[in-house]
């Protein structure tokens, strides 16, 4: 599978007139050791309400999967098949490697890939078919299915035989979980 992605950024020049800034191929590219799992940085944020006047390429950075506070991440992921060696990885090397700070306690997890982020995240399956992981249940997903998640603990796991290919936003959220001061 070809996991470039196409990426076209707008902004305004010097008199207020549409450009177009950026246009080509998205250069922060990360794979998953292990998973397989192929992340591709499209844009992120760091502040609500966005700045829409940056003249720099916001997805030139490292991240975890969690977005930044009172920020958004907007990702593409493209997810391998799984294999008996990414269902053996140890839970805490893959949320380590994920940037992620905030999930169920490994004891007793359904899956290796079970994790959670204090987000709303938009999911839209571009391509294939996958299968998101509940605490006790699951929902097959297919291209054109979109699921929005609101902080709960979960896993992507793809049993097909070909790449799925999803988009991803993830927007800072208060999470329902943790006491608020």
């Known amino acids: 599978m070809d996991h470039r992605i196409r990426r076209i950024v707008t902004g305004h020049d010097a008199h207020g007139k549409a450009i177009v800034e950026i246009d080509g191929f998205a250069p922060n590219q990360k794979t998953r050791e292990g998973a397989g799992f192929v ?21 030139a950075r490292t991240i975890g999967v969690p977005p930044p506070s009172r920020g958004s991440v907007f990702r593409i992921v493209d997810f391998p098949p799984i ?10 090397d893959l949320l380590k490697a994920m940037g992620v700070d905030q999930h169920a306690d490994g004891k007793g ?73």
């Open 39 to 59: 992340s591709t940085l499209l844009w992120v944020t760091d502040e609500t309400p966005a700045q829409l006047d940056t003249k720099t390429d916001r997805a």
């Open 83 to 92: 294999t008996a060696e990414a269902e053996a990885m140890k839970q805490e």
């Open 109 to 181: 997890a359904r899956h290796a890939y079970m994790h959670r982020t204090p987000s709303v995240d938009y999911a839209i399956v571009l391509s294939g078919e996958i299968d998101m992981l509940l605490d006790d249940s699951e929902v097959h997903m297919k291209a054109g299915d979109i699921m929005v998640q609101q902080g709960t603990n979960h896993a992507w796991v793809n049993r097909s035989h070909d790449f799925c290919r999803l988009a991803f936003v993830l927007i800072d959220g208060i999470d329902p979980l943790q006491p608020q001061a």
